[in-house]
């Protein structure tokens, strides 16, 4: 375990464990924590350690959607106990809500996450190097995370899957190395723990086949189509049933070391914005505002989400396409663009998998989801999602990696997004007068004159300061003038 580091109560050394049950120690010694409501906001802080987390969202975590009305006062007592047991300086208020400042080697799930990281960068020069971190890292898990904490449940699972990506990869790692005999007792209790990932049993074929132990590879593939049938009446993936039939070919490619694999595929960088709405005026503080939320922070790598929400026809997207233009060079690893009006968020899924190089898509929504996460987990990246319906559509195309960032466009508030992913939100108003009488004067161009100063004049007022409406009213001013 790397050595506890400093926090920042003067003098005071901290330790946080979440990888099991929550402890928190200091200068060594456990702190007491026992009421349920402090735990859960402590562990919501905690898990987004140096990033301000809404009051919004610390009401989610402690109520999970049953607050009362008096949630708000609740939570700023929590937080004043939290404080009196931890010591000043730790936990700050920040608008919208709280910040937990701590370095990330006194925390174990963001040793994990980091150790992880290194871990796959390093598999591609030094297998037993990586196999060593991966163990490592996984070592600091000790039970399952907030068993008892509802307002969590999304948390857990994220965590827990990103336990079993980095078992999985340690186990094909080792597997290449030629440890296939040591890993399949391994492999048996995580087809039990998991027995629908698919990735896992094919592991387990693979290390059985190259064990000697042929027959055991070819009946594990037949468990797995029996269960799979009778628990959600599908046949085993491609991947898994190519397998099978390698084995059944004694096909050399089974034995293969890994040096012998082909390279992987270059990056792919996809430039996936549309052109700018032009020409563009005001909106100086809504883009500072999205400045402020986006900026890449180097010390600090976390997600970051924004939401633009106001009327239909207010400028949501013009603004979104007039930041990510202006801030593209944030974003070297590529900027992905979908219109979610009346298409399904599975669909842009698959648009997204191969804007980012991948040809063989999986069948299993699960696994497409799982894999895109995997695609964007190490990349700096922006991801703008317009027209969104809810929430729900949202949180399913939202990146995996902490250097990438959304910009949501939507009509809804999004209430739920923001509650339990964190984003934060901006409402569009209407331009001020000022602002609508330049944009209206600059779509009118040239034909102002013909038209007299009267015909802009009425066109800001009956557009009420609506972008798109200036825009159509303003077109229709030009074809008049045009036709007469």
């Not at 233009?325 to 968020?345: C, K, S, T, V, Y």
């Amino acid at each position: 375990m790397s050595a506890p580091t400093t926090g920042q109560a003067p003098g005071s050394v901290f330790e946080f464990h979440v990888l099991g049950p929550l402890k928190v120690l200091k200068d060594g010694a456990e702190l007491p924590m026992s009421a349920n409501r402090e735990l859960a906001i402590l562990a919501c802080l905690l898990l987004n350690a140096n990033r301000v987390m809404s009051v919004e969202r610390l009401v989610e975590a402690v109520w999970a959607g049953s607050a009362p009305s008096s949630a708000w006062r609740q939570i700023a007592i929590c937080v004043s106990r939290l404080r009196r047991r931890l010591g000043a300086g730790v936990i700050e208020t920040s608008s919208p809500g709280y910040l937990l400042r701590a370095p990330a080697d006194s925390i174990d799930w963001l040793r994990f996450s980091a150790m992880v990281t290194r871990a796959r960068e390093q598999a591609a020069h030094d297998q037993e190097g990586a196999v060593a971190l991966l163990r490592e890292a996984l070592a600091l898990w000790s039970g399952t995370p907030f068993e008892d904490l509802r307002g969590l449940r999304y948390d857990v699972a994220r965590m827990a899957e990103c336990r079993l990506e980095a078992l999985e990869t340690c186990l094909e790692l080792e597997i290449g190395l030629g440890r296939h005999h040591q890993v399949i007792p391994e492999l048996l209790a995580l087809v039990a723990e998991s027995p629908f990932r698919e990735r896992v049993r094919a592991q387990l074929m693979l290390a059985q086949y190259r064990a000697g132990r042929r027959a055991e590879a070819l009946r594990t593939y037949q468990e797995t189509r029996r269960f799979l049938l009778e628990q959600i009446g599908l046949e085993p993936g491609p991947a898994l049933r190519r397998l099978h039939e390698q084995i059944l070919r004694d096909e050399a490619v089974l034995m293969r070391s890994p040096t012998s694999r082909p390279a992987p595929p270059a990056l792919v960088v996809p430039c996936q914005l549309p052109p700018q709405v032009l020409p563009f005026v005001g909106r100086a503080a809504e883009l500072a505002g999205l400045d402020t939320a986006l900026r890449p922070d180097p010390e600090t790598a976390t997600p970051g989400a924004m939401v633009l929400s106001g009327a239909p026809g207010v400028g949501k997207t013009t603004l979104a396409l007039r930041w990510a233009h202006a801030r593209i060079d944030w974003f070297p690893d590529g900027q992905l663009f979908a219109d979610l009006d009346g298409i399904e968020p599975h669909a842009v899924l698959d648009r997204f998998l191969r804007a980012l190089g991948e040809q063989d898509l999986p069948a299993d929504h699960a696994e497409k989801l799982a894999l895109y996460r995997s695609r964007t987990a190490r990349r700096r990246m922006l991801v703008v999602l317009d027209n969104a319906r809810d929430g729900d559509e949202v949180a399913s195309l939202l990146p995996g990696g902490p250097g990438c960032r959304v910009v949501v466009t939507s009509a809804d508030p999004l209430d739920e997004l923001v509650a339990r992913q964190g984003a934060h939100r901006a409402f569009l108003a209407p331009l001020e007068e000022d602002a609508a009488r330049e944009l209206a004067d600059m779509l009118v161009g040239a034909a102002g004159p013909a038209l007299g100063p009267q015909a802009v004049t009425d066109l800001v007022a009956t557009s009420c300061g609506n972008p798109l409406s200036l825009r159509l009213g303003a077109a229709r001013l030009r074809s008049r003038v045009a036709h007469a």
